[in-house]
């Protein structure tokens, strides 16, 4: 059974860049038929994609966020990380990592979830 | 604002069906047959219910479908059930990567 933990720091201050960390659990990075990736939701809103990251390092990006944003993984460690930069209030969120089906059904699905992280921009 | 479009809100009677619209255009849902839906609960992960338009993974009551006509996706519950009761999002693929969101529905079980 696949899991996934985020883990990160709860609060950011405005201007720092913002780290979180994904474990995988019950399943490897390196499989060729996923992406991982990173989606987000402010409180009381909607889900928003960040980025995805293959276990060659290939990567992709929402066009909103690319700019500030930085996905990359440890295939040691079964994990990969996000960066955001430059955060504001507006990056005030949950957090999620997911698992993203590839050439595996079912395709161009986020099938597993993290449980998520609440990370404040406090000011 | 959201790249696919939804109503923000949705109901139906218990037992009854209601069906919830993803709008998107002819680059994405109208160019691909990779639409999903997601189910969420408050202080909850999403949780996949369709995919690839109309399929459904394991586990997923039949009372959940999807389907798609030009750029428009749709899913349907049926036989209205009181944990039906949620947000439910739209997905889908927009080419190279580009992975498209909908502002979500929120579902109410009359």
């Known amino acids: 059974q696949l899991q996934l933990q985020e883990s990160g720091p709860g609060l950011v201050a405005p201007s720092e860049t913002l780290s979180l960390s994904c474990r995988i659990s019950?399943?490897?990075?390196?499989?060729?038929?996923?992406?991982w990736g990173w989606v987000r939701q402010p409180p009381g809103k909607g889900l928003e994609w960040i980025a995805i990251?293959?276990?060659?390092?290939?990567?992709y990006y929402n066009p909103s966020l690319e700019s500030r944003v930085t996905i990359s993984r440890d295939t040691s460690n079964n994990r990969f990380s996000l960066e955001l930069a430059s955060v504001t209030a507006a990056d005030t969120a949950v957090y999620y990592c997911?698992?993203?089906?590839?050439?595996?059904?079912?395709?161009?699905?986020?099938?597993?979830w993290g449980q998520g992280t609440l990370v404040t921009v406090f000011s | 604002q959201s790249a696919l479009a939804q109503p923000p809100s949705a109901s139906g009677s218990l037992g009854q069906s209601v069906t919830i619209s993803c709008s998107g255009t002819?680059?994405?849902?109208?160019?691909?047959?990779?639409v999903s839906w997601y189910q969420q609960h408050p202080g909850k992960a999403p949780r996949l219910i369709v995919y690839?338009?109309?399929k459904r993974p394991s586990g997923v009551p039949d009372r959940f479908s999807g389907s798609k006509s030009d750029n428009t996706a749709s899913l349907t519950v049926s036989g209205l059930q009181p944990e039906d009761e949620g947000d439910y999002y739209c997905?889908?693929?927009?080419?190279?990567?580009?992975?498209?969101f909908g502002g979500g529905t929120k579902l109410t079980v009359l």
């Open positions: 990251i293959f276990y060659t390092g290939s990567s």
């Open positions: 002819s680059s994405d849902i109208g160019n691909y047959n990779y």
């Open positions: 019950g399943g490897s990075i390196t499989n060729p038929a996923y992406y």
């Open positions: 690839e338009v109309s």
């Open positions: 997911a698992r993203y089906c590839h050439s595996a059904t079912p395709r161009r699905s986020f099938d597993s």
């Open positions: 997905t889908a693929y927009g080419g190279t990567y580009k992975l498209l």
